[in-house]
Structure formats: C-alpha cells, structure tokens
C-alpha cells in the first residue's frame, strides 16, 4: 500500500483554535474516545492501540508514530476531498418483501434478542451468533483517502452506556455532519425508522440478496445516526452508492434530546452494522430487522470475497491475515476496482 499523505491536524494549530465552537465539540468529544483506545493510559495512542481501525497515517498529523486528542478530533472535521452525491436510483420496487417478510412471533425470542440485544437480553445469545471481536480491519486501495473506523465491531461498549458486558453491534466511522451516507450494496429497503427511542437514532435496513452482492448468503446492512430522515420508502430498490442520508448523531443516550436530536456526547458519524442469514425471510421488531436464521457479521468481513465469513472463524485467522482490501467509490463516482459489488459507505478521494 502507498503511503498515505498526512494532513495539518497540528497540536499548536488546533490549540489555537480551541475558541472556535465547532473544534471545542471536535476536542471533548474525542477526549472521551481517546481514554478507551488509549488502553496503557500513556496519553497517546500507538499503532498497536489503534490496530483494526485504519488510516493512522492520514491522522498523524506530526508524524510522530502516535496520535494525540487532537489528531483524534481531526477524524470529525471538514476534511478537503470533496463529496459524492450519491448513485442515481434504479426506481421499482421489490414485491418479494409481501412474501419474505414475517411476523416476529415466527421467530423464537431467543433470536430476536441475539440479534437485536435489546433491554432484559443476555449477551450470551449475540456472542453465540456472532457478536465478537474479530480482530479484521479495513484496508483502502493505494492512492485513495478513505474515512476509517475509531469504535470497532463488538469491542467493550460499558464505557459509553454504563452496562456490563455491553458490545459495539457494528463499527463506527466519524465523518462530518451531512457526508452522504452509501449503500454498501445493491439492495431493497426493509427498515427506516424514526429512532425516537432507539440509541442509534434515525437508520435505514437494507436487504441484499447474493446477487446483490456475489456473497454465497442473503445480508442486511444497517445506516444509523443519520442527520435527517431518509426519502426511503421500505420495498425500494437501491443501487450500490445510492445516498441513503447525511451523516449525524441522532440517537438517545445521555445528553441526547431523542432520536430528533442529537447526543451531546456522541461525534458525528455513521454506525455500520451487518448480519448474514442462509435465506431471505425477515421480520421487523418495529426498531429493526431480524432475519430468520440470521447471525452477526463483522461489517469489515462484509468485503471478504472468500470464507471464513463467520467470527469465530475470523477470530482465528493469523494477525497477518486480518486487514480486508475495501473496494471503494470516488468522489467521481469511480468505483475500485472495477466491476465490484460492495463498497466503503462513504466516497473516496484520491491522493
């Protein structure tokens, strides 16, 4: 891989806009995130510490080898590689939701709180199905700025809700308010919600079949935070790279005003999720989708053209087999390389 050009998040630099209201959001909010990766508590992070996340290059500002808060903050500010708009849509909708999609109490509860882990669920289920650290982490083609994760898939999440044994059902890559979120995929509309009551906020649900997405199984994909409610309808067709919302942090939590609103402490960003399931039937909980048979998968492991595809398995894989190549779409509408199925959820610039 090509080396990334560092851009001047410089400490002097920043400290001297402090005053400014957006970059003092920027700095508390990373202050917070910055305390939980920075696991040896030395007040900097290292590559080790950032393992899994991507693009430590393009935030070492100072080319020290480490990161300090306020190149961490740099992950949520204007960044200078412009925007893609988004894919045009196919149009039509998809009649084959009438027959796949299912009532939950089809489903047994033990499903729907291993996928959904909501209150009163026990971890354990999500682990069973899925819900682990994998250790995999997103690398982006030579010659391209692509926006990485900072909270990984499954990693420890009692540090931001207070709940023991809570875990990230997704990653989370910050980008600045209104970046136009993707579809990862060709795929049809199962979920827009409101996310009123939800910590994840307003969200759209995609269905991909294997055709969607040359996978040898049916997935779902999931958008949330979104700045604004969507024009989605459920049973649309969507075309990879279509714009499905802006970016936001919308959301409940502490210091939220409700899925309308935004949480005081979250930065903006777009929490990705995924599962994979062996067919195409699903049911809708009313705040998300459960396919039927469905297990968690890693939304790095979602650009895997090859198995293994399960946690466990990739958990396994030696640490040198762990980095994805991403495909990607540019800011031109580009896509790399040519002729893929699934892309990064945000657009690319290139170097």
Request: proline share 8%; hydrophobic share 40%.
């Amino acid at each position: 891989m090509g080396e990334m050009p560092r851009l001047s998040f410089a400490l002097a630099s920043l400290l001297a806009l402090v005053a400014v209201p957006a970059l003092a959001q920027n700095f508390k909010l990373a202050e917070r995130n910055f305390e939980q990766i920075d696991s040896d508590g030395d007040g900097r992070i290292s590559r080790t510490e950032w393992s899994g996340r991507g693009n430590f290059e393009l935030l070492d500002g100072n080319g020290d080898g480490f990161l300090n808060v306020e190149e961490l903050a740099g992950m949520y500010m204007k960044r200078p590689w412009g925007r893609y708009a988004g894919a045009p849509s196919p149009g039509g909708g998809d009649p084959s939701i009438q027959t796949d999609k299912i009532s939950g109490s089809d489903l047994p509860s033990s499903l729907s709180c291993a996928l959904e882990v909501t209150h009163g669920c026990s971890i354990n289920g999500a682990v069973a199905r899925g819900l682990l650290a994998t250790g995999m982490g997103p690398l982006f083609p030579d010659n391209t700025l692509c926006p990485g994760i900072d909270d990984f898939f499954a990693m420890d999440y009692g540090f931001k809700n207070r709940k023991a044994g809570a875990l990230h059902g997704g990653i989370d890559i910050p980008m600045p308010w209104d970046t136009p979120i993707l579809a990862a995929a060709a795929g049809t509309v199962v979920g827009v919600y409101g996310g009123e009551t939800s910590m994840r906020g307003r969200e759209v649900n995609l269905r991909h079949s294997p055709e969607d997405t040359g996978l040898p199984f049916w997935t779902y994909t999931q958008y949330s935070h979104l700045n604004a409610m969507p024009d989605l309808h459920v049973g649309d067709r969507v075309a990879m790279g279509q714009f499905l919302g802006p970016s936001g942090n919308s959301g409940t939590g502490p210091g939220s005003q409700g899925g309308g609103g935004q949480a005081a402490h979250r930065r903006p960003a777009i929490h990705f999720a995924a599962w994979q399931a062996d067919g195409p039937r699903y049911a809708d909980s009313g705040t998300g989708i459960i396919a039927e048979n469905g297990t968690w998968l890693d939304p790095v492991a979602f650009y895997r053209d090859a198995p293994p595809f399960a946690s466990a398995g990739l958990k396994a894989l030696p640490d040198d087999q762990k980095a994805v190549l991403v495909p990607v779409i540019m800011n031109d509408g580009t896509v790399l390389p040519a002729g893929a199925k699934r892309i990064w959820p945000y657009s690319c610039a290139r170097k």
